[in-house]
């Protein structure tokens, strides 16, 4: 179902998929260890990185590089995961931006990009994200493309701290894709 060499693009950004020699160039962006509060990984060394991008490496999971497109720099990462072809339905998640990329409108164009493949290509019949209950800035988003709240798992992931994360899930379905795009202006 998924090609693992997939490119998406828009005349700002480009998704492409993480590549070995990306890792060094994220510290740039990922070295705050504040940054991963409600991650389940530190990406703050190397070290980190790497575990969290073995996955990616091994196709598990299609992750993408977010690079501005005017001036080729990383912005971040995004990810296709937990990918079920009989079911029709995938995951959007494993999602970062540095900093400087945050608040600015990037996820916005990022999840248009993967959610119009989702749709439009892939023809699946849902879409998936998850965070964590507390990260109320994820959920905003979430909310504001008109995913759907749909339940939490108590205590369903450890993170890097030790905390035992509650789990919230969000979705779009496919009779619900015209309206989002719609209402989102994509």
């Known amino acids: 179902m998924i090609n693992f060499n997939l490119r998406l693009e828009n005349e700002h ?4 998929p993480l590549e070995d020699s990306d890792l060094e160039k994220y510290l740039e962006l990922t070295k705050e260890a504040d940054m991963w509060r409600f991650y389940t990984h530190d990406l703050s060394t190397i070290e980190g990185l790497e575990t969290w991008a073995k ?3 091994e196709e598990e ?3 993408f590089t977010v690079i501005d497109k005017k001036t080729d ?3 971040g990462s995004t990810a296709f995961g937990n990918i079920s072809e ?3 339905r ?3 998640g494993w999602t970062w ?3 400087q990329y945050q608040g600015i409108g990037v996820n916005g164009i990022v999840k248009a990009l993967q959610l119009t493949y989702c749709f439009e290509t892939l023809e699946l019949e849902r879409v998936e994200f998850k965070t964590d209950v507390l990260n109320s800035q994820a959920r905003r988003s979430l909310s504001n493309i008109y995913a759907i709240e749909e339940g939490v ?4 992931t450890l993170m890097t701290n030790g905390r035992r994360r509650d789990t919230i899930y969000f979705s779009i379905l496919k009779q619900e894709w015209a309206y989002v795009k719609r209402e989102n202006d994509w």
């Open 13 to 16: 950004i480009l998704l492409r």
């Open 153 to 156: 798992l108590r205590s369903h």
């Open 61 to 63: 999971r299609l992750q």
């Open 97 to 99: 931006l540095g900093k």
């Open 90 to 92: 995938l995951e959007i």
């Open 55 to 57: 996955p990616a490496f």
């Open 86 to 88: 009989r079911d029709k």
């Open 73 to 75: 720099k990383i912005m």
